[in-house]
């Protein structure tokens, strides 16, 4: 039986391989009932439409039998490698931001987050809703956060008590507007107060790269954080995903996942890397870190803090750690569609 179960693994990792997926993003279990067949769940539509396995074997894809799904109700909620508080964080989603169930350790869910990204949260962090409740919630939100950290309050007037706290790119419900506040619903159910100014409408059409750089410009000297994709806190992939995420265009989590999008730029010298473009930086030509390009070659990563620095020998934003490990940009706003 063990030896069936290990063949049965290896065709999963098999499969797993020739779809381009890791551990980061497809996750499987094999288990066997009493009378010894074998039973797979998988969180991977493309692992369950290539699985053909042996007779006896029941293949089943992770959340597609439920009727709910998992709907980030805190402001930020982290996302670990493993179900308890002092593992990795991998990656992080915001208030609204989805997710598909896959096993329950405890305390703790193993997600499928709706980039695809695998991690284990607590569960006090998101609830268990109908799909048809985030989905009608989403047709309604014509607004997001645009401050990067802000409090939704209980009543229109400075000083009054917080409901939550909130993060930039946070899509809401609006309401009517009182005075300098504007009354907003919020993922799960729970309403308060937006100062108005806070709000802005959400993204309608490919973004200017104006609009890219502009956005990312308004993250400085927000601190790096390992994990991160939200206004706490980044890291170099999570501020990417982030800024292009607000601007309209989705992206893969990581800096190496994001090497593989866009169009190749064909660079003319470093100065003429187009603005908006991403630049990734590694050694051993695997792309370990990326950036923003700022045109004239400057760029916007999380390198400590989100910064300005610079690809040029004489600029005075000169990073020469970086600089030496430049590997290639690549343009996700020629190609919007990836």
């Known amino acids: 039986m063990r030896d069936s179960a290990a063949r049965i693994s290896e065709e ?31 969180s991977r539509p493309e692992v369950f439409n290539e699985l053909s396995l042996q007779a006896g074997v029941t293949v089943e894809l992770a959340g597609s039998l439920s009727a709910g799904m998992l709907w980030s109700t805190s402001s930020v909620v982290d996302v670990r490698r493993e179900p308890e508080h002092s593992s990795e964080l991998l990656t992080q989603a915001i208030m609204g931001e989805t997710m598909t169930r896959l096993d329950t350790r405890g305390d703790w869910y193993l997600v499928m987050l709706d980039d695809g990204y695998h991690g284990w949260v607590r569960s006090w962090s998101a609830g268990d809703f109908p799909r048809e409740t985030a989905a009608s919630y989403g047709e309604r939100a014509g607004a997001m956060v645009g401050a990067s950290v802000t409090y939704v309050l209980s009543e229109p007037k400075a000083g009054s008590l917080p409901v939550s706290d909130i993060t930039a790119g946070t899509k809401v419900v609006t309401g009517e507007t009182t005075g300098d506040y504007t009354k907003v619903e919020l993922p799960g159910g729970r309403s308060g107060f937006l100062e108005t100014e806070s709000l802005e409408n959400l993204p309608a059409g490919p973004p200017a790269r104006e609009a890219v750089l502009e956005r990312a410009r308004r993250f400085l000297g927000i601190p790096y954080v390992w994990g991160g994709t939200s206004a706490k806190g980044f890291d170099c992939s999570g501020l990417v995903k982030r800024v292009f995420r607000m601007e309209g265009i989705e992206t893969q989590r990581d800096a190496d996942q994001q090497a593989a999008t866009g169009s190749p730029v064909e660079e003319d010298g470093l100065r003429e890397i187009p603005e908006g473009a991403l630049l990734f930086f590694g050694e051993g030509g695997r792309s370990t870190h990326v950036a923003i390009s700022l045109g004239g ?42």
Do not use: C, M
Not at 15 to 20: A, D, P
Not at 24 to 40: L, M
Not at 308 to 329: M, Q, T, V, W
């Open 12 to 42: 999963i990792a098999g499969t797993e391989k020739r779809q381009g997926l890791d551990w980061r993003t497809s996750w499987s279990k094999v288990v066997t009932d009493s009378g010894g067949r074998f039973h797979v769940t998988v």
């Open 297 to 338: 070659g400057r760029f916007i990563h999380s390198y400590g803090d989100v910064r300005i620095n610079s690809l040029l020998e004489g600029d005075p934003a000169y990073e020469k750690k970086i600089a030496r490990i430049y590997l290639f940009s690549r343009d996700l706003l020629a190609d919007p569609s990836v």
